[in-house]
């Protein structure tokens, strides 16, 4: 049964990680491989943008997420280590590159993310629908998911992307709609939710992920993965919140294996088709084998 959580003070920064959370350092000539070409096409990667702990894993695999739109984001959330500001620049031929990179990488499965482009009145979507045509061209072995933003609910941009047909659409709901004001101060919990049904009714292979550790209940997290099972969700990714730095959002505590087993378990019965579910796991983990 699911531990009882309930809002509690956060951690202390310097409060010792448990074991399960510790990963190991780059190395091996995937790692090499991946960071050369990415570097060689001039890319961002949200690997690297966002400190994930699996790099190491992922690239020596050579898998990774690449981050369209440049490395500066228009919003400010509580939890992400990615730069805030207002970008500068539009790089309209990042699409090339970046198909190059994903044949040069001879991917069988490509992850597409950006940062937040409010200022643009596309929301980058332009950018995204290009990005998937340059990969079907010079990698058309290669399955694509993208990673998008909530577009501010307009539906027009969405709608873009979709048009591109990308193999699977994710966008992340990252928390319960009690903590958005927080995690995510300029989104909505709607939007999400609208961002995901949308694509649903395009026919689109839909994917969401959650943070926990952030001061949620384990009501609230069920609640939130019933909602988005009755919109036929297909894919649902759970994996611990850890703070990049002390100007970001405390870990409330640290949820165990057990418990995100269970979530799976739990996940699994309400319908979704797979569920990642553990302390290490982020959105793009693993995510050529959730097809």
């Not at 990680?17 to 570097?39: A, C, H, M, S, Y």
């Not at 280590?81 to 991917?107: F, I, W, Y």
């Not at 998937?132 to 290669?142: D, F, G, K, L, Y």
Request: net charge neutral; glycine share 6%.
């Amino acid at each position: 049964m699911f531990e009882e959580t309930t809002e509690t003070a956060p951690l202390s920064v310097r409060t010792r990680r448990p074991d399960w959370l510790k990963v190991r350092l780059p190395f091996g000539d995937g790692f090499t491989e991946t960071r050369r070409i990415v570097t060689q096409h001039g890319l961002n990667t949200v690997c690297e943008e966002a400190r994930c702990p699996n790099l190491a894993e992922c690239w020596e695999r050579r898998t990774a997420t690449f981050m369209i739109l440049g490395d500066v984001c228009t919003r400010s959330c509580g939890f992400c280590a990615v730069k805030t500001g207002r970008p500068v620049v539009l790089d309209r031929d990042e699409p090339r590159r970046v198909g190059l990179a994903v044949a040069n990488l001879n991917l069988k499965h490509a992850v597409i993310t950006s940062v937040n482009r409010d200022e643009l009145p596309d929301g980058g979507s332009g950018i995204f629908a290009n990005t998937i045509s340059h990969i079907r061209t010079q990698a058309p072995q290669c399955r694509i998911e993208v990673l998008i933003p909530d577009f501010k609910g307009n539906p027009e941009p969405l709608q873009k992307v979709l048009d591109a047909c990308p193999d699977i659409l994710n966008h992340n709901t990252e928390t319960v709609p009690r903590l958005y004001r927080q995690v995510r101060p300029q989104g909505d919990y709607q939007w999400s939710l609208d961002v995901l049904r949308i694509s649903k009714s395009n026919k689109m292979v839909t994917k969401t992920g959650l943070m926990l550790g952030l001061g949620e209940s384990s009501q609230e997290v069920l609640e939130v993965m019933n909602e988005l099972a009755q919109i036929k969700v297909d894919i649902l990714t759970l994996g611990q919140y850890l703070q990049p730095s002390t100007a970001h959002l405390p870990v409330h505590r640290f949820v165990s294996p057990h418990e995100f087993a269970e979530y799976r378990t739990a996940g699994l019965g309400m319908g979704f088709r797979h569920v990642e579910s553990g302390p290490l796991v982020r959105s793009s983990y693993h995510a050529d084998e959730h097809c």
